[in-house]
């Protein structure tokens, strides 16, 4: 990841009650950030930091950019013409045999193949040869920040994945997901009860959650531009070492079922013994090809991001796929009378939270709007398809509404 925005010291336990950001101010609380940029976009990048990405508490900023790659050529060269793109796609269209080989060819993957890097939509990116590339990018540098957690300990309160043009308004995932959480708590309030749960609990949160019907299950995934948002819990149970045995038991030790070994017992179903099962939980992405006991959830998609020979996957889809369907989140409750949330609650995949209202389904409601078909406004807590001036303009706001 870039040198010139990540911290070069490793990420340190910190003390209890003294926690400090990379600003060097003091905050009771740490978020980490990881923005997916571009070496042409280091400067927009740059302003994500001494603006939003300021905020004292936020403890380190990563960026990743083309020096990221596992292909190192894969951005390189002059643009592809339409020829040149059908022929990239190609082996991803033609996956159904790659999955069939992997022994991963089921219902799920069937949707990515006929959903993944078609033509038509790609010409219409400003750069369709690195949007191809940035999908394995966002999955190796997430896989590679993690390896970190896993070696350090030293764990943010929140992880935020986004993009170069995303804007957060930490002020508001503070107070949403951390500080009123944890006075709910307090007072004895159930955690089933809470939007956002305490930050110990497993929870991934999207800034805008896409949700597509589908009777035999749940199929959400965040819209990337507004972030992706982890709890210290969902990354303890990405980072905890899965010692499964190759029957239906999960644990080694046969411990009481506690919520890491719920999600190990159902990560190592699907990963020893998916055979077994109907869809959706035989529905894997080959993962399972990567996996040796012992081994975490991220080591198994470290490996796999670096391995697989065509990464066919948007990197907003795998977001959502380990989410629902590793259970790395808890399950979605339906404390704000959402009706999609209501008609999934027995739905065991459907783990994928969302900011209030803030989902495209057909229509665009709460923060989705905010980049996409409105100019953000302070008050939003995510915005897409920022620029350098308007970063700058909605930071002067905040600040001015500080005082």
Known sequence: MHPVYVRAKKPERAPAGNKISS??????????????????????????RETWASHPAVRHFFLSTEYDDVDPECTNGSPWSR??????????????????????????????????????WLEKKADPKGWL??????????????????????????????????????????????????????????????????????????????????????????????????????????????HCKNDDGASESGVTKTMNNQQ??????????????????????????????????NQVFYKYSREVQHFCIHSDWFVGYIANFH???????????????????????????HFKDSEVYGHVGGFCKYGDIMPCVPGATVCHRMNITSFRNIHSALIMNRK
Request: net charge neutral; with cysteine.
């Open 23 to 48: 600003t060097g101010q003091w905050s009771p609380y740490t978020i980490d950030i990881l923005v997916i940029g571009s070496k042409n976009g280091i400067d927009q990048a740059k302003v994500q």
């Open 83 to 120: 020829k040149e793109l059908k022929k990239a796609v190609m082996p991803c269209k033609l996956a159904r045999k790659s999955w069939r080989d992997l022994g991963s060819n089921n219902k799920m993957t069937d949707k990515f193949i006929d959903r993944y890097g078609k033509v038509k």
């Open 133 to 242: 590339c940035v999908q394995r990018r966002f999955v190796t540098s997430f896989t590679n920040v993690l390896e970190l957690y896993a070696e350090t300990r030293s764990l943010p309160d929140y992880f935020i994945l986004a993009d170069d043009d995303t804007y957060v308004n930490i002020d508001h995932i503070v107070k949403q997901m951390i500080t009123e959480p944890e006075k709910l708590e307090a007072k004895g309030i159930d955690q089933g009860m809470m939007m956002f749960p305490t930050s110990n609990t497993p929870v991934v949160t999207a800034g805008c959650r896409v949700r597509k019907t589908d009777n035999e299950g749940a199929y959400t995934y965040p819209f990337g531009g507004y972030g992706s948002f982890f709890s210290r819990g969902s990354l303890e149970q990405l980072i905890q070492p899965l």
């Open 264 to 297: 190990e017992h159902r990560s190592c179903e699907k990963l020893l013994n998916k055979t077994r099962y109907s869809y959706p939980m035989s529905a894997t992405i080959a993962e399972e090809n990567f996996f040796n006991i012992g081994d975490s959830l």
């Open 327 to 353: 259970n790395i989140s808890r399950h979605t409750p339906n404390v704000t009378g959402n009706v999609f949330d209501e008609t999934k609650m027995d739905v065991e995949e459907h783990r994928l939270h």
